[in-house]
């Protein structure tokens, strides 16, 4: 599961990362994330806390810039 971290300077994105990360984690908190920070005209400056034993599956993340 991913997690909006709310708790951080200005201008930072930064998630949480807990248990399994899904395909599904990714389309609801890490797009809609860069979509904004793209209507906005923003590059994104993010920040990942991983928790121990966090699983990421490589599909996640193949093919997004």
């Given at each position: 599961?991913?997690?909006?971290?709310?708790d951080?300077?200005?201008?930072?994105?930064?998630?949480k990362?807990v248990?399994?990360i899904?395909k599904?984690d990714?389309e609801?908190?890490?797009?809609p994330?860069?979509?904004?920070?793209?209507?906005?005209?923003?590059?994104?400056d993010?920040?990942f806390?991983?928790v121990?034993?966090?699983?990421v599956f490589p599909?996640?993340?193949?093919g997004?810039?």
């Amino acid at each position: 599961m991913l997690e909006k971290i709310t708790d951080v300077p200005a201008g930072v994105d930064a998630l949480k990362a807990v248990g399994k990360i899904s395909k599904e984690d990714y389309e609801n908190v890490v797009e809609p994330l860069f979509a904004e920070a793209r209507r906005q005209g923003r590059r994104v400056d993010c920040c990942f806390k991983w928790v121990p034993n966090t699983k990421v599956f490589p599909w996640v993340w193949r093919g997004k810039k």
